[in-house]
């Protein structure tokens, strides 16, 4: 089931002003596109990755019903927090996994054991973490644009609605932060 944007709308409204009924009413209406956002996530992961997407669309779920704070404004609005929750859920993920891998909870291994190294996805969503951060310091609107488009699946003409600006401005803004960070990707 899929809600159009006004009805979307109309529900994050009526959850911001106070009323709990409205959030059971937009949770099926919205519950597609968040996993689409997730698995937009999750397409990076490694395999096995010990979160699944229902899970992190769980994830984000409780943190999106514990945000009271949030002065809903729109669909595309709700849509770029849950994004930016769901990017925040992954990265700590990751951050506690590096600690342990660095003797936050020491494991012992037998050197007869064949480990086999395995690429590291958790150090690249740390690593982009940190480079989106560093964006955000140099041009907010252009990490904005990035974690909208790229992990939010927002369309450029969502972008530009949640952003106030013209889809032009998206497109310019979204091939200058992309070039940005691959350079700044590939230099770490």
Same mark, same amino acid.
């Given at each position: 089931?899929?809600?159009?944007?006004?009805?979307?709308?109309?529900?994050?409204?009526?959850?911001?002003?106070?009323?709990?009924?409205?959030?059971?009413?937009?949770?099926?209406?919205?519950?597609?596109?968040?996993?689409?956002?997730?698995?937009?996530?999750? +397409?990076?992961?490694?395999?096995?990755?010990?979160?699944?997407?229902?899970?992190?669309?769980?994830?984000?779920?409780?943190?999106?019903?514990?945000?009271?704070?949030?002065?809903?404004?729109?669909?595309?609005?709700?849509?770029?927090?849950?994004?930016?929750?769901?990017?925040?859920?992954?990265?700590?993920?990751?951050?506690?996994?590096?600690?342990?891998?660095?003797?936050?909870?020491?494991?012992?291994?037998?050197?007869?054991?064949?480990?086999?190294?395995?690429?590291?996805?958790?150090?690249?969503?740390?690593?982009?973490?940190?480079?989106?951060? +560093?964006?955000?310091?140099?041009?907010?609107?252009?990490?904005?644009?990035?974690?909208?488009?790229?992990?939010?699946?927002?369309?450029?003409?969502?972008?530009?609605?949640?952003?106030?600006?013209?889809?032009?401005?998206?497109?310019?803004?979204?091939?200058?932060?992309?070039?940005?960070?691959?350079?700044?990707?590939?230099?770490?």
């Amino acid at each position: 089931m899929e809600g159009n944007p006004a009805q979307i709308t109309q529900l994050l409204l009526a959850w911001r002003n106070g009323e709990p009924q409205a959030l059971d009413q937009l949770m099926p209406l919205v519950l597609q596109e968040l996993k689409k956002i997730a698995r937009n996530f999750m +397409r990076g992961q490694r395999v096995g990755h010990t979160l699944q997407t229902t899970a992190l669309v769980n994830e984000a779920y409780v943190r999106l019903v514990d945000s009271s704070r949030v002065n809903w404004q729109d669909r595309s609005h709700f849509f770029a927090i849950s994004a930016q929750l769901m990017r925040r859920i992954l990265v700590d993920i990751a951050r506690r996994k590096n600690s342990l891998k660095r003797g936050g909870e020491r494991v012992q291994v037998s050197l007869a054991d064949d480990v086999k190294a395995a690429p590291q996805k958790e150090n690249d969503v740390v690593a982009l973490d940190e480079a989106l951060e +560093r964006l955000a310091q140099l041009n907010p609107r252009h990490s904005q644009i990035v974690e909208l488009k790229y992990f939010g699946g927002l369309t450029e003409e969502d972008i530009a609605e949640t952003l106030g600006i013209s889809v032009r401005t998206v497109r310019r803004d979204w091939n200058l932060a992309r070039a940005w960070l691959f350079r700044e990707l590939r230099s770490t």
